[in-house]
């Protein structure tokens, strides 16, 4: 059984840090993609970032690039997304996702695992 397990949200002031992560199980972590996305109220879900299995390529919108860093630790099945420089606009729920593969990808569609969900929320 697949379980993505997401860590560390909560609340913090606007120019301030957070680093989120995502423990994996029940699958061959290193042939996944990971990426993270997040869901605004009334908004659809976004693509933030995502890291390739090979654990060097990796794409980020446009909205965080400069300000968030996708990085994996594959010995720990774990892919992590340091945030800092932190906008009310970030304001989301985060999610982390897992899609086999090498290639990267901004659609929610490609990816096959979701963990539960943090709330981050960014008080200005």
């Known amino acids: 059984q697949v379980q993505l397990v997401e860590s560390g949200g909560g609340l913090v002031q606007a120019g301030g840090s957070l680093r989120l992560s995502c423990a994996a199980s029940?699958?061959?972590?290193?042939?996944?993609?990971m990426a993270w996305f997040r869901q605004a109220p009334g908004k659809e879900r976004e693509f933030v970032a995502a890291?390739?299995?090979?654990?060097?390529?990796?794409i980020y919108a446009d909205s965080v690039k400069g300000r968030f860093t996708i990085s994996r630790d594959n010995a720990k099945s774990t892919v992590y997304l340091q945030m800092n420089s932190l906008q009310p606009e970030d304001t989301a729920v985060y999610y982390c996702?897992?899609?086999?593969?090498?290639?990267?990808?901004?659609?929610?569609?490609?990816?096959?695992?979701w963990g539960q969900g943090t709330q981050v929320t960014v008080s200005s």
């Open positions: 029940g699958l061959t972590f290193s042939r996944y993609c």
């Open positions: 890291r390739a299995n090979n654990g060097i390529s990796t």
């Open positions: 996702a897992a899609d086999w593969g090498p290639n990267l990808s901004r659609e929610p569609r490609t990816y096959e695992y």
